[in-house]
C-alpha cells in the first residue's frame, strides 16, 4: 500500500519558473513531512521539512505549502535554476523512530 | 565533520549468494537506518537502529537482517540473494531516535544480482 503519492512522475521547467511538486499522504498518525533533493550517484539529501502545526514553511527558494484537511503538502521552487535539475522526494513519518515513507519521486529538469 | 560512508560503493553477487554491505555513521550519531532504492517500487524502509537494538523494521522478508555495533557502525545482510534485490541501499544516520530528527544519507551500495 502506497502511503504516500506524488506527482507528477517528471517535470520540465523554464529557467526562472516556478517548480511544483504534489504529494498526498493516507496515514494521519504522520507528523513530519521532509522533501529530499537526490542528484545522480548520490543519497537523498534534506531540502526542507515541515510539522503540521504550520501551513507553511520557507528556506530561500524552497517553499512547503501543508493542508492538514485534504492530506497534502506540495514543494514550491521559485526561480528554478539548471543546477536545481534532480529528483524530488516527498517523504512522511511519525514522531517515535526514524522510518520514513516515500513517496514514488519526480525528475525534475530545469532548461536554460 | 565527515559525512555517512557506506563500503563497499558497488558489488556483483549470483543468485544465492549472500552479502553483507557496512555503513559508518555521522560522528557523535547513534541512529542507523537503511533503505532499499529500485525503480519500481522507489525507496522503502529496511529497519532502523539506536544503541545496537532494532527499533524499527520495514516489510521485508526475514533474509534481511542488520546489526549495529557499540560504535554506531551498522552493516545489513542479505541471504539466499534473488534478481530482484538488486537496488541501491542506502544508510542513513541521525543523532537521536524519534521526534523526527534529521536523517542524513550516504551514497548508498549498488548492488547487483546476477
Known amino acids: 500500500q502506497q502511503q504516500v503519492k506524488q506527482s507528477p512522475q517528471s517535470l520540465i521547467v523554464q529557467k526562472g519558473g516556478i517548480s511544483i511538486i504534489n504529494c498526498a499522504y493516507e496515514?494521519?498518525?504522520?507528523?513530519?513531512f521532509p522533501w529530499y533533493q537526490q542528484f545522480p550517484g548520490k543519497g537523498p539529501a534534506l531540502l526542507i521539512a515541515i510539522r503540521p502545526d504550520v501551513s507553511e514553511k520557507k528556506e530561500g527558494r524552497f517553499t512547503i505549502s501543508f493542508n492538514k484537511s485534504a492530506k497534502q503538502f506540495s514543494l514550491h521552487i521559485m526561480d528554478s535554476q539548471p543546477g536545481d535539475s534532480a529528483t524530488y522526494f516527498c517523504a512522511a513519518s511519525r514522531r517515535a523512530g526514524n522510518m520514513l515513507t516515500f513517496g514514488g519521486g519526480t525528475r525534475l529538469m530545469v532548461k536554460p | 565533520k565527515a559525512g555517512v560512508t557506506q563500503t563497499p560503493r558497488y558489488l556483483i553477487k549470483t543468485r544465492g549468494q549472500q552479502v553483507t554491505l557496512s555503513c559508518s555513521p555521522i560522528?557523535?550519531?547513534?541512529?542507523v537506518s537503511w533503505y532499499q532504492q529500485t525503480p519500481g517500487q522507489g525507496l522503502q524502509f529496511l529497519f532502523e537502529?539506536?544503541?545496537?537494538?532494532?527499533?524499527n523494521k520495514g516489510n521485508f522478508p526475514g533474509r534481511f537482517s542488520g546489526r549495529q555495533f557499540s560504535n554506531s557502525r551498522s552493516e545489513m545482510n542479505v541471504s539466499t540473494l534473488e534478481l530482484g534485490d538488486s537496488a541501491l541501499y542506502l544508510c542513513a544516520s541521525s543523532l537521536l531516535s524519534g521526534d523526527t530528527d534529521t536523517q542524513y544519507f550516504g551514497p548508498g551500495t549498488r548492488l547487483t544480482v546476477l
Open positions: 496515514n494521519t498518525a504522520f507528523d513530519y
Open positions: 560522528s557523535g550519531h547513534r541512529s
Open positions: 537502529y539506536f544503541s545496537e537494538t532494532q527499533r
